[in-house]
């Protein structure tokens, strides 16, 4: 199979296309002749827009030619996960309701990559409304990681990781409400980056979700700085996005010399893999060679889900109560009881458990003054069975009488950082005894995207990841 352009980083292939020894149409053709080849056996895409992007390739190519001025990402291939809005391109939301969808506009986000000079290659698998942590619905068949298609590649922007992790494409937009970004990027093997809340603008009042964010999914830490670069920044549609907008690329240098790190193995109330709490805690360790003061610390926050679930209920029933009770028949089992159940939350309950929200913050914020950054495990156990959950892990059952862990136990740490709001990066370490990869989280102070991608860019730089394929990719 044709890889001499796939694996190639986007920021490599912005330099050839401007010195004219790439052209467009040659990464646009080997970029779909992999999609055709490999999307029936990962399930990566849900739409391919092969026709028009060939047609945008030969028109950058062109503008390549004839000298014009080019946009930052010109003729980079890129997917758009399918819960963003693009005029022109179906739209499904991974629902069946929405299954012929076609929007006459652009969300901002998709907006800002278009003017990018991006081509968008298609739309990524995800759950219906991205409301799942693995990607599955009811349009097809499960998403499968490029790992092993017998796994599962998380969710929610389940597609956008396996599409990258497979060499069908160097950029993904993903978005992450509860670990959306950071799970499937940590099980499929590759770097994504779930920014502060408000770093990057959300459409039609989905700002109100104040756990969604939108980042990019990459190969590499470059190209995400690169396409949140383009992503990033205020618009008066979002009133909570933020106005202040670094040059993201400036992190790059990896020089956290002088930054006091956190680690935590387990948070204090998780099961986790041996495998992967050694991983992790030898890659913390590395961060002692870069000048950096290393010690293990918990912060004193406890388990978030009875926090999270109700307001993400909350949050659904908000978005999604018009569809029922006519599309119920449609929706995926259990969605639509899960929407009800957030219809049925009274204001005082939700306020209530806002101030324990509010708490829960605080807590953290304090134990962000004594350090700079958080190193965790992504996920407690490497990428599972599709269809099938976790019943033990570490040697220790899942407590099935408990409110959290038949659903969450796998993943029991990604929520915390949406309740905080505060950016994090899922970074690849290694890989299980059965060549599934492991990965640990960096989280920052709210706002301190830089300081993120600076530690992530460290690592990467003692240990990269990138040029890791999986088998036959």
Known sequence: MNNKLAYLPAWKLEQLIRAKKVSPVEIIDEILERITKLNPKINAFLT????????????AEQDVM????????????????D???TRGIRTTFGSLIYKDFIPKEDSIVVERIRKSGAIIIGKTNTPEFGLSITTENLLGDHCRNPWN?????????GGAAAAVAAGLGPLAQGSDGGGSIRIPSGWCGVFGLKPSYGRVPMSNDHFIVENAVIGPITRNVQDAAMLLNIMAGHDSRDPISLRDKPDFSEALDGDVKGYKIAFSLDMGYAKVDSEIRSAVKSAA??????????EE??????????????????????????????????????????ISAG?????????????????????????????????????????????????????????MNSTWEPYWASCPFTPIFNLTQQPVANVPVGFSKDGLPICMMIAGRRGDEMGVLRAAAAFEQRHPWADKYPPGK
Do not use: W
């Open 48 to 59: 391919i827009t092969g026709d028009n992007a060939g047609k945008q390739a030969v028109k």
């Open 66 to 81: 004839d000298g014009k001025e080019l946009p930052a990402l010109h003729g980079i291939p890129i997917s758009i996960k």
């Open 83 to 85: 819960l963003e809005l």
């Open 149 to 157: 298609t017998a796994r599962t590649t998380g969710g929610s922007s």
């Open 285 to 294: 360790g590395e961060f002692a060679g870069t000048g950096c003061e290393v």
């Open 297 to 338: 610390a918990t912060p004193a926050v406890g388990i978030p889900f009875d926090i999270f679930v109700p307001i993400d209920a909350t949050h659904a029933a908000l978005q999604y109560r018009n569809l029922l009770p006519k599309y119920k028949s449609l929706m995926r089992p259990g969605l639509a009881d899960f």
């Open 343 to 399: 219809k049925k939350i009274k204001a005082y309950d939700y306020l209530e458990n806002r101030k324990k929200l509010l708490h829960y913050r605080g807590i953290m914020e304090d134990f962000f003054t004594k350090y700079d950054l958080l190193i965790l495990p992504t996920l407690a156990t490497p990428a599972h069975k599709v269809g099938e959950k976790p019943m033990m892990i570490n040697g220790q059952k899942i407590d």
